[in-house]
DNA sequence: CTCCACCCTGCACCATAGTGCAGAGTCAAG
DNA sequence: CTTGACTCTGCACTATGGTGCAGGGTGGAG
């Protein structure tokens, strides 16, 4: 509770956001986190908000977005002019990202589980479905 | 039909298998593809079968094998000790993967369209549910 | 005043799957 | 024999999201 926790140093961020001190150098590099204050020995000085601020980052990244895409909602949510529908449409456009990569991800799926289903699970290799099923054109 | 076309160049090769000619020498270093012959000049002879080999290498990765993965199975394919089974297994193995990435998108899908439903899609950035989401403890 | 933990910068490196380029040599048609 | 397309090697670079290290300087407790 001492006036001095106003201000936090690299390690004292990195910690409380459960992040590692390069990371946070990184971030900053990247534009996703603003440039700190310094002391006049060239010690970051971060407000305490910046915890949310890294957080925001990694919730971010866990819903699928990239840093490149987290700078851009950042950037919504500075811009005055943005609104609400914007960061929607962002998050839409992720959606559908997302539902094209599982899409595919089923169609590999669904032949890995024919294939295995054709594969009588002994044999020698040079036998096998699988094997077989890649080695040819196979795809018409 | 000349006795010549018996062995191919990188770039008859790369044709045939539609890959890039750097690719192909790729593949070679990451030991996916077996040292060709050379002629005196230091060409690279490619066998015809290398276009076959080739397009093992690219069905494996669309069916979501990393090269190193699909390393294994031409491990597999040659070592007369290996049967089906051990095919079946990294088939299997690689269902599981595809399995747990689907589930991730999933749970990153359903959690942004709960977000936009929340979203009003006007009013300004700083009251959107969406970044509110991501700026804040909300995870549990 | 010393000591150690922490901080600074810049650079190199990890994996993944290639792409690009420079500078030199080669092949085959005309 | 020239010309243009192709090939050779090695190295650097792309994007992504960091990690690690060397060689210094700093902050505060004892």
Redesign the pocket.
Known sequence: MNS?AIA???????KHAE?????????ER?GLLPV?A???????QYPPDSVRRVRF??HA?ELG?????VQELLALSIDPGKSCADVRTRAAAKVADIEAKTASLNRMRKVLLKLMNNCPGDGPTDACPILLAMDDEHER
């Open positions: 001095s936090l140093t690299v390690g004292q961020l990195a992040v590692g001190v390069p990371t946070i150098r990184f971030y990247r700190p310094r002391r006049t020995s060239g010690y970051r980052i990694r990244q977005f990239s840093l490149r895409e």
